[in-house]
């Protein structure tokens, strides 16, 4: 009996003694790593809503433990100041190149920047030529000619170079978010949606109403060239403008 206790006890105290060193070389290394491991990372410090510019105010910089956190979160302030919220981002999360972009031309992000001098209206595709076989973007700038019935085909002055918000199937899903079928294939666009003041939009409307319309793709590439299009519009509309004040003028006189 007193050999089989004496036994035991040299069974206990090896698995205590094996335990020990366990605890020494294994488990105490990894919680030091824990304890150890930290980083530098970027947050905001307030809500900054999709589609919002992030300036450097809304940028801090916050010590981080890194154990069990995924890899790849911005460090460097210059990677988050001048870009956008693809979505909502909230303080004390971590922020990943995922959820920022160079630009905002999701319809969403446009939808929320308009401020009553612009306007959203969509347009319908009645065939696939007319919507340019379904290559519209987001962001691109296109011109609209109408044809009416045995009548010549014009591009209006006033819808010379007009921005695209988005195109739009027939089951709701925007350009950007339309899912590839397994035969890779998608829904085609049957509606257009433009960025556009209140004439535009008001020719636009009577337009569809009583004649064929036809998209012409003019410019795809980068915001700021873009813009001088835009800017090109708002330069016919200033010389239609005196046009017509001119010819007020004349009649008065007359």
């Known amino acids: 009996m007193k050999n089989r206790m004496c036994g035991n006890r040299t069974i206990i ?12 070389f294994g488990i105490s290394p990894i919680i030091n790593r824990m304890a150890a491991g930290k980083s530098t990372v970027c947050q905001v410090n307030k809500v900054i809503t999709q589609g919002t510019i992030i300036t450097a105010d809304d940028v801090i910089k916050v010590e981080i433990g890194t154990f069990g956190v995924i890899d790849g979160f911005l460090k460097d302030e210059t990677q988050l100041v001048g870009k956008y919220a693809k979505s909502d ?21 446009v939808f929320k920047s308009l401020n009553g001098s612009q306007l959203a209206i969509s347009v319908s595709i009645p065939s696939l030529a007319n919507g340019l ?42 350009s950007d978010n339309v899912n590839v079928k397994e035969d890779g294939t998608t829904d085609l666009p049957t509606t257009i949606t433009l960025l556009v003041n209140a004439e535009q939009a008001k020719l636009l409307a009577g337009y569809e109403q009583n004649y064929k319309i036809h998209i012409a793709l003019v ?15 708002e330069k016919i509309f200033t010389e239609l403008s005196k046009a017509t004040a001119n010819e007020s003028e004349d009649a008065a006189n007359g």
């Not at 105290?13 to 020494?24: E, K, N, R, S, Y």
């Not at 973007?137 to 007009?162: A, F, K, M, R, W």
């Not at 410019?219 to 519009?233: H, I, K, S, V």
């Open 13 to 24: 105290g090896t698995f205590c003694i094996i335990l020990a060193v366990a605890v020494m």
């Open 89 to 109: 981002i909230y303080p004390n999360i971590n922020i990943y190149p995922i959820m920022i972009s160079d630009k905002a031309d999701s319809a969403e992000d």
């Open 133 to 174: 076989s379904g290559k519209i973007q987001n962001g691109d700038i296109i011109s609209i000619i109408v044809t009416g019935n045995g009548t010549e085909s014009v591009i209006p002055p006033q819808l010379t170079y007009v921005k695209v918000i988005t195109a739009t199937t027939n089951k709701g899903s925007d």
């Open 219 to 233: 410019y795809r590439g980068t915001a700021e060239n873009a813009a001088r299009f835009l800017d090109a519009q």
